[in-house]
């Protein structure tokens, strides 16, 4: 039986979710594969991790420019040299667990833990410490390569408001120790839920021909009234929906000034003011999914 290690590190749920998400594909595909989930910060040293755990946690919560800026130096200069520096230390210990488990197959969800394993592959080589390489990765228009823009520190690589902008993929260095790759967007071969295709056409994660943009201006009028209603009542002075979207759009459309000639409603251009208020940010801090509604 083939056994993997899936690395991860606590700053933040998203690296752990996404060394979840892979040990749920391998256990559903691979049945002769045995995978274990490690916190590799935690298991290379308790006092670095949980300081450092705290620190991001308060960071992120009351001071979230802050951890930015930590983050932007710990790209380059001093910051960069001992962060570098410090993961050749603390991979001394992750090769005790290496020698104890014996992985076939090693994946990380953090930089920490890749270029620990970087660093402990090529030394054992003989060659010089090796850039950590990192895919981003993720659907359709989700900000992948603002992202990757951000952390270079200028345009390195073309974003738009709309899915299908980068086409291939694209080697960026983000400094001498780690280099990112661009990828275009990804989604499931099919989509079998009727909601999680609505979701994706309201935040444009899929090219709006998919759907009938009537349905799609619809789905998030009532799902702004489900979970947000705060947001509908403050944005378009709506505390309950007609039925027919026809109406909504009718008041939408005399409140943000959609009209022809004679004073009729234009209906296409309040539907477009529904939707691109989700496209552009005028509606924000918000998600349309829900953990609950899946079932895993």
């Given at each position: 039986?083939?056994?993997?290690l899936?690395?991860?590190a606590s700053?933040?749920?998203?690296?752990?979710?996404?060394?979840?998400?892979?040990?749920?594909?391998?256990?559903?595909n691979?049945?002769?594969?045995?995978?274990?989930?490690i916190?590799?910060?935690?298991?290379?040293?308790k006092?670095?991790e949980?300081?450092t755990?705290a620190?991001?946690?308060?960071?992120a919560k009351?001071?979230?420019?802050?951890?930015?800026?930590?983050?932007?130096?710990?790209?380059k200069?001093?910051?960069a040299h001992?962060?570098?520096?410090?993961?050749?230390?603390?991979?001394?210990?992750?090769?005790k667990l290496?020698?104890?488990e014996?992985?076939?197959?090693?994946?990380?969800?953090?930089p920490?833990?890749?270029?620990?394993?970087?660093y402990?592959?090529?030394?054992q080589?003989?060659m010089?410490?090796?850039?950590?390489?990192?895919?981003?990765?993720?659907?359709?228009?989700?900000?992948?390569?603002?992202?990757?823009n951000?952390?270079?520190?200028?345009k390195?690589v073309?974003?738009g408001?709309?899915?299908g902008?980068?086409?291939?993929l694209?080697?960026?260095?983000?400094?001498?120790?780690?280099?990112?790759?661009?990828?275009?967007?990804?989604l499931?071969?099919?989509?079998?839920?009727?909601?999680?295709?609505?979701?994706?056409?309201?935040?444009t994660?899929?090219?709006?021909?998919?759907?009938p943009?009537y349905?799609?201006?619809?789905?998030?009028l009532n799902?702004?009234?489900?979970?947000?209603?705060?947001?509908l009542e403050?944005?378009?002075?709506l505390?309950?929906?007609?039925?027919?979207i026809?109406?909504n759009?009718?008041?939408i459309?005399?409140?943000?000034?959609?009209?022809?000639?004679?004073?009729?409603?234009?209906?296409e251009?309040?539907?477009s003011?529904v939707?691109?208020?989700?496209?552009?940010?005028?509606?924000?801090?918000i998600?349309?999914?829900?953990?609950?509604?899946?079932?895993?």
């Amino acid at each position: 039986m083939k056994k993997i290690l899936i690395f991860y590190a606590s700053y933040g749920g998203g690296h752990l979710s996404a060394a979840k998400s892979i040990e749920n594909v391998i256990n559903t595909n691979y049945k002769d594969t045995q995978t274990k989930l490690i916190d590799c910060m935690k298991y290379v040293n308790k006092g670095v991790e949980k300081l450092t755990t705290a620190a991001y946690r308060q960071m992120a919560k009351k001071a979230p420019w802050a951890w930015g800026h930590i983050y932007s130096a710990s790209q380059k200069g001093i910051l960069a040299h001992i962060s570098t520096r410090s993961n050749k230390i603390m991979a001394v210990k992750l090769l005790k667990l290496l020698k104890e488990e014996k992985p076939d197959l090693v994946i990380s969800t953090h930089p920490f833990g890749s270029q620990m394993c970087s660093y402990l592959k090529r030394k054992q080589k003989g060659m010089l410490p090796r850039k950590a390489r990192v895919l981003v990765v993720g659907i359709p228009n989700a900000g992948k390569s603002t992202l990757i823009n951000r952390l270079v520190g200028k345009k390195a690589v073309n974003t738009g408001n709309k899915p299908g902008i980068t086409k291939e993929l694209n080697w960026i260095r983000i400094n001498n120790d780690i280099e990112l790759l661009d990828s275009p967007g990804i989604l499931w071969p099919k989509l079998d839920e009727k909601n999680v295709a609505f979701n994706l056409a309201s935040l444009t994660a899929i090219k709006e021909e998919v759907l009938p943009l009537y349905d799609v201006a619809e789905y998030i009028l009532n799902t702004l009234l489900k979970y947000y209603p705060g947001i509908l009542e403050k944005r378009y002075k709506l505390t309950e929906l007609d039925e027919d979207i026809i109406v909504n759009l009718e008041h939408i459309g005399k409140l943000r000034g959609c009209l022809i000639k004679g004073g009729e409603i234009d209906y296409e251009k309040a539907l477009s003011v529904v939707i691109n208020d989700l496209k552009d940010g005028s509606i924000k801090g918000i998600t349309f999914d829900r953990y609950d509604e899946y079932e895993l």
